[in-house]
């Protein structure tokens, strides 16, 4: 069994709780959710992927490290025809989505952050884009770009890579999301909800055709017309600043043929 | 009956038949003179020796002290002889140091006709010429009641012509302190009463010999003695004579204390009948004293303060025991006290509250103390009858018109102290009085007194007067001393040094400075053993050792903790909000706690100063407490002293930066205790402006503890800042506190306050304004500006309340920027210098201008981050003139809109402020949506005018404007005086291509 080399780093910006000092190391709890849309095997599907992080006893969460997000094998990730064009982190910083290439988004979603400030949860909401990253010779990148407006104007951008996993799991997306801290001597962002989409849903690429440029929307990922016993297995492996780490799972029935 | 007396010899003379003074005389070739004069002292006759041995003993008691003067004779015609003149009046000056004791024997009364052998101190001859006849007179020489103002009389019981007075007094010559006999009158004689046709007869010789002690045996055979013979009869016929005397034998006569080298002599004046006041003069060496290795000196010392609790204003007693050896077997008496230098015990020092109405005694005029110095004006030894400084000729109706010592005419107010003098040489202590001398430094013309001077004894002096006052003559002994105070200019310690005392046998000399709340000293702060040490020199030195004895005393009442309890009294004293309105300060100590050594005064936040409106005053000058007027800010009032303290009033001026600090204050005190000008005292101070509420914090350097010697024990400091227009009160009605840390020396700091209050505030109107925009053109990367003007009506000042906080709403459009968050400088480094912090924290500049500072203030705004518990917040770093303002913002978060808040502004006049939040890489904000689309579409109704048909129409017609892009921001302004202003302030976007 192959272990993520890095944890992916989703979890990054967006989020991220502060994480008291001296509590107690039992590990945060993950509920992960997934669905597909729409849920036919064989079919070209968006997968929704969602994660809700919860501290111990009601506390905040610490600060996410590393997010490892683990698909079902031959859900051709990292074949998929999503990111027609690729996109560099410099643009994003500059421009915003604007910088890059609407061919280079693959999915979208949002995430809450929480910042502890004195004795108020300050919550952060962001939205994220999932884009194709720089290309790299024998892995596919993928970025995710978080831009958070108010009350804080926050962009952030996690890249994250995809690998062979282990079964029962055939890929992951990992990141590896380092320490977002907000103000020196201040709290560090904690993520605390991860909404996400990988697919064609919402999407919508140009294309030269002569002189003219046609929309269209892309075919995204192709659900298996084979499904494992049980359904779907899909897997969030986090780890988080404090040295925890805590796994969700979720397997998603079988979808009709 | 006793100017019958003196008298007698003329009436004798007229009784006699002899012929008038100036008429007896038919030949007169040579002038009247004295042949010979001469003085020895000398002891008794061994056995079978004729010639007296001299006596060399100083201090010692002679036998016999005589004086022979032979008058110039001629020989008229072969064996006739005659004086060239008939003395008169014959003034004898005894050498200093020979000193008689009228107390040895009793006196004679004047009243009797025949005086008692016990009151005998001596015999005498006369010899008498005329023609071939000569007179040979023998007699006693009586110790005599007195007059008042003289201290001894002699009379010699001249037989037949009667009683012969010869008046002791007490005379100032340049050598010192003397004795002189004078004897006026002296008598002519005939013999008409012994044959007839006898020829006129002329004193021609006079000897007096003065017996050591009257009562000892030795004189017994001349004891009540009287011989008269004549030429022609060629013997004495005597009478009297062997009484032993019925008196302890008490020394009459002592002889100088200095030794080899020191020959004294004596001196003779005489006039004659026929040259009244034509004096002829001669003197006599008298044989150096000796063995002054055998005298013994042993002074004792008591120095005790009439109270002995610490830090009080105090009287205190000196004494000077000099113990007499006494009684007929004591071959010699104690050597005379020469010098004393008597040292205090530390901490015993000169108290400024004796400068409350004290005066100084002048060395002469008027009201000068009049030393005696034995000189004429032409700066000779005074002659006969010439009156020198500190004499007079007193009415005669009081006795002999003797030119004698009198007493100074010091101011009554120059009296410090009373001096008494325990000597035998009169019949009870001499008292007098000591006085504070004026400075031999300083004055108005001279050269302000230094340490020097006060080391050396030339500011701090005394006198010593002992004898009569205001027309009281006593037993005509008057004594004037200096004394010197030498004063540590450290630690002032004093060290008494009196010289050049007379050489009068004085057994015990007082000194006892007065006490009360004005005394001249006070004691030392602390309790423990004071200790006096002394050297007391004899007139016998170094023949005879110093003696050296010291006094002890214990300082008690000190409290148990050596702690400092000042009371604060400070405020304004027109407590009117927002008016001008002086502003007192005063600090007060008790006696016996630490003394004040440094101030630090804040004041109440709001209070202010108008510093701009002052020219301050250099540093050099500020330095020399030479500031000119126009730099004067308010007066000082600095009480120093134990008891009731001294008042010195003193002023205080603005200079500019000292210390570090943007302005300074030079306080300067002139420091004039009386007559004792201590100089100016100039005192520096920081003037700081509390960074965040712009209160002013007086931080004074260490105050002098000590100035020329005279340890100031400062009780009371009040500053009174009361320049025109100058302090400003808060438009903030609210207690508030005056605070000072007073310290003390050795002892832990004080921390004091004072409640302080304004009313008035509500009739304080507010209305500023404020106004803000933005660049339209914003970007990821540049993120948006902000600019805020606000605006304060102009007035006078005191119409306006001051603004108080500042709360802004900033639109959702406008968000803070995490990247920038992150470069935040961190509060420690901010505190410590905000010129530390990151480049990145930098997030604006700023301006304000007050009509408090001359100069405009600019700075930066920083993004300071004061840990996990708030949100970053922009502080406004304002600075000119060396003044630096900070107003603390804060960062509050609400429902996903940031809200920004100056709470604590200072309480100080704004004529404006501007705030920048710049556009840029570190720029606080970045809008979250594109501004310049904000822009707005109305429909307005306006009139236009139309030209129709020639005339001129108007119309109101509807018309859709495009309104230049704003954003709300809602924002409240609260005054100091509570008042609050709620206004929609709109964010104007700028650079949309919009009019």
């Known amino acids: 069994m192959r272990l993520p080399a890095r944890l992916l780093a989703l979890a990054l910006a967006t989020s991220a709780c502060v994480y008291p000092p001296g509590a107690a190391l039992a590990a945060p709890s993950v509920k992960l959710r997934v669905s597909f849309d729409p849920a036919v095997a064989g079919a070209r599907t968006t997968i929704k992927l969602g994660l809700r992080i919860s501290g111990q006893g009601g506390s905040p969460p610490p600060p996410v490290s590393a997010l490892a997000l683990r698909f079902p094998p031959n859900m051709g990730i990292a074949t998929t025809t999503l990111g027609q064009a690729n996109c560099e982190p410099a643009q994003l910083f500059s421009r915003g989505l604007t910088g890059c290439s609407a061919n280079a988004r693959i999915g979208g979603g949002t995430a809450t952050a929480i910042v502890p400030v004195g004795g108020q949860l300050v919550r952060e909401r962001a939205s994220l884009s999932v884009l194709m990253g720089p290309s790299l010779e024998d892995q596919l990148e993928v970025l995710f770009y978080v831009e958070a407006l108010s009350p804080v104007f926050a962009q952030l951008v996690f890249p994250s890579v995809v690998e062979e996993d282990a079964p029962p799991y055939g890929e992951q997306l990992d990141t590896t999301v380092p320490l977002v801290q907000t103000w020196p001597d201040g709290p560090d962002l904690a993520l605390e909800t991860f909404a996400s989409t990988i697919g064609p849903q919402g999407l919508t690429y140009h294309r030269k055709v002569g002189a003219t440029t046609v929309a269209y929307r892309p075919r995204g990922i192709r659900l298996p017309i084979v499904c494992p016993a049980g359904g779907f297995l899909f897997g969030a492996l986090l780890s988080f600043q404090d040295g925890t780490h805590t796994t969700g799972t979720y397997r998603v029935p079988c979808p009709s043929r | 009956m006793r100017m019958l007396l003196r008298a007698l010899p003329v009436v004798v003379l007229a009784v006699w038949g002899l012929l008038l003074p100036g008429a007896s005389l038919a030949v007169e070739s040579k002038p009247f003179g004295i042949e010979s004069f001469s003085m020895q002292t000398t002891e008794a006759n061994p056995e079978g020796v004729n010639e007296p041995y001299l006596f060399t003993q100083a201090a010692g008691h002679p036998s016999a002290l005589t004086t022979s003067i032979h008058f110039a004779t001629e020989e008229t015609s072969p064996n006739h002889f005659s004086t060239t003149g008939d003395p008169k009046d014959v003034i004898i000056k005894l050498p200093v140091g020979m000193v008689a004791n009228p107390q040895a024997v009793v006196h004679c009364s004047a009243e009797k006709e025949t005086c008692p052998t016990d009151s005998q101190v001596g015999v005498f001859e006369l010899r008498f010429v005329g023609g071939e006849q000569q007179l040979w007179v023998l007699g006693a020489i009586y110790e005599m009641t007195p007059y008042p103002g003289q201290p001894a009389e002699l009379g010699l019981e001249v037989p037949f012509l009667g009683r012969v007075p010869l008046t002791a007094r007490l005379i100032r010559t340049p050598e010192g302190y003397g004795l002189a006999l004078v004897g006026r009158g002296l008598p002519i004689a005939n013999l008409s ?39 022609n009869e060629g013997q004495l016929n005597c009478g009297g004579g062997g009484h032993p005397s019925g008196q302890e034998a008490v020394p009459f006569l002592t002889t100088p204390s200095t030794c080899p080298g020191v020959a004294e002599s004596a001196s003779v004046s005489v006039d004659s009948w026929q040259g009244p006041a034509r004096y002829v003069q001669a003197q006599s060496p008298l044989s150096a004293m000796a063995y002054c290795d055998r005298l013994s000196f042993h002074p004792e010392l008591s120095v005790r303060p009439e109270t002995l609790a610490a830090d009080r204003a105090v009287g205190v007693s000196v004494t000077v025991k000099v113990p007499q050896i006494e009684g007929e077997a004591a071959l010699v008496s104690t050597p005379p006290l020469h010098a004393a ?115 050396d004894g030339r500011l701090y002096r005394l006198y010593v007067e002992l004898g009569g006052k205001n027309g009281e003559r006593g037993e005509g002994v008057v004594i004037k001393l200096e004394a010197t105070v030498q004063v540590s200019p450290a630690t002032g310690q004093l060290s008494v040094r009196l010289a050049e005392a007379p050489q009068l046998p004085i057994s015990q000399l007082s000194l006892r400075l007065f006490g009360g709340e004005r005394a001249l000293l006070a004691n030392q702060p602390t309790c423990g053993t004071a200790t006096t040490t002394s050297d007391v020199e004899p007139w016998s030195s170094p023949y005879t050792p110093d003696a050296s004895p010291s006094s002890y005393y214990e300082v008690t009442g000190c409290a148990a903790s050596h702690t400092l309890t000042p009371r604060l009294i400070a405020g304004s004293v027109n407590p009117l909000a927002g008016a001008f309105s002086p502003f007192t300060f005063t600090v007060v100590r008790s006696d016996g706690e630490p003394y004040l050594s440094q101030l630090q005064l804040q004041t109440p936040a709001g209070l202010s100063a108008m510093l701009a409106s002052v020219p301050v005053c250099g540093q050099a000058l500020a330095n020399s407490g030479e500031c000119p007027t126009s730099s004067r800010i308010g007066s000082s009032l600095v009480s120093a002293g134990a008891g009731s303290p001294l008042a010195m009033p003193g002023s205080i001026y603005l200079t500019g930066p000292y210390d570090g600090s943007p ?333």
């Open chain 2, 341 to 455: 230098t008597i040292t205090l015990p530390s901490g015993l020092s000169i108290n400024p509250s004796v400068g409350n109405g004290q005066q100084a005694c002048e060395a002469d005029g008027p009201s000068g103390f009049d030393m005696p110095t034995g000189l004429n004006a032409a700066g000779e030894p005074l002659g006969p009858n010439q009156v020198g400084v500190g004499e007079e000729v007193p009415d005669e109706a009081l006795g002999p018109p003797e030119p004698q010592l009198t007493p100074g005419h010091c101011p009554e107010a120059s009296t410090v102290g009373t001096a008494e003098a325990v000597t035998p040489f009169t019949s009870s202590p001499v008292k007098g009085r000591v006085y504070l001398a004026t400075p031999e430094c300083g004055g108005a013309q001279g050269p302000a007194c230094t340490d020097e001077d006060a080391a």
């Open chain 2, 193 to 231: 009463g012994i044959g007839e046709n006898a020829p006129s007869l002329h004193l021609s010789f006079m000897e007096t010999t003065l017996w050591g002690v009257p009562a000892a045996a030795v004189h017994d055979s001349q004891r009540g003695v009287s011989c008269f013979g004549t030429s």
């Open chain 2, 663 to 995: 302005f300074g204050l030079s306080i300067l005190t002139h420091a004039v205790a009386g007559p004792l000008d201590l100089g100016s005292i100039v005192i520096r101070a920081r003037v700081d402006i509390n960074p965040h509420t712009a209160s002013l914090a007086i931080t004074s350097d260490r105050l002098p503890q000590i100035v020329l010697g005279v340890p100031l024990r400062l009780r009371q400091i009040t500053l009174k800042i009361d320049r025109p227009g100058f302090i400003l009160n808060p438009t903030n009605c609210s207690a508030l506190q005056i605070a000072a840390t007073i310290a003390g020396a050795e002892a832990a700091n004080a921390q004091v306050t004072n409640p302080f209050a304004v009313g008035g505030c509500r009739g304080l109107s507010f209305k500023p304004t404020l106004k803000a925009s933005t660049n339209g053109r914003t970007s990821y990367a540049g993120g948006a500006g902000l600019d805020l003007k606000l605006a304060v009506p102009k007035g006078d000042v005191g119409v306006e309340a001051n603004l108080a906080q500042i709360k802004i709403a900033l639109p959702k459009q406008l968000s803070s920027r995490l990247s920038t968050l992150q470069g935040a400088c961190r509060s420690v480094v901010f505190e410590a210098n905000p010129a530390s912090c990151p480049g990145t924290s930098i997030v604006g500049v700023a301006k304000a201008r007050s009509p408090v500072l001359s100069a405009g203030l600019t700075g930066p705004v920083y993004l300071v981050s004061h840990g996990a518990d708030v949100f970053p917040s922009p502080v406004v770093v304002l600075q000119g003139e060396g003044v630096t303002l900070e107003l603390q913002g804060a960062t509050t978060v609400h429902a996903s809109a940031s809200s920004v808040m100056f709470r604590s502004l200072p309480d100080i006049p704004l004529q404006g402020m501007e705030i920048y939040l710049s556009q840029g890489s570190h720029s606080l904000l970045t809008s979250t949506a594109k501004l310049c689309s904000l822009r707005k579409v109305v429909t307005v109704v306006r009139t236009v005018s139309r030209r129709v048909s020639g005339r001129v129409v108007r119309s109101r017609v509807k018309v859709r404007e495009r309104l230049p892009p704003s954003l709300p921001m809602p924002t409240s302004l609260v005054a100091q005086n509570g008042r609050v202003v709620h206004t929609g302030v709109k964010i104007e976007v700028l650079g949309c291509g919009v009019k």
